[in-house]
Nanobody, 117 residues
């Protein structure tokens, strides 16, 4: 079993920055992909950014140029540096892990990010 714990959410003004972190524990195997998704009430959960054990990344168009995802394979952590935040970035942000060749997704409990003046 895998447990994911997110931290770093909060309230920030438009144009500000936040850094989200996610720590994975339990039966972690490499290689794996970790990532960040977000969800607002009434909408589907959407991809923000993902990163593989090899460092390959993929960003949603809304995140490109503003957000940076990074991964520490030895520590089983993934972080998301979010800059130039906008009110439309307000959501619950979830961390996800998937092992290579697996179809099982492990999710964290989510952390609230609110961008408001």
């Amino acid at each position: 079993q895998v447990q994911l714990v997110e931290s770093g959410g909060g309230l920030v003004q438009p144009g500000g920055s936040l850094r989200l972190s996610c720590a994975a524990s339990g039966s972690i195997f490499s290689p794996n992909t970790m990532g960040w998704y977000r969800q607002v009430p009434g909408k589907h959960r959407e991809l923000v950014a993902i990163i593989t054990s090899g460092g390959n990344t993929n960003y949603a168009d809304s995140a490109k140029g503003r957000f940076t995802i990074s991964k520490d394979n030895a520590a089983n952590t993934v972080s998301l540096q979010m800059n130039s935040l906008k009110p439309e970035d307000t959501a619950v942000y979830y961390c996800k892990l998937r092992h290579l060749y697996s179809t099982t997704d492990y999710w964290g409990q989510g952390t609230q990010v609110t961008v408001s003046s």
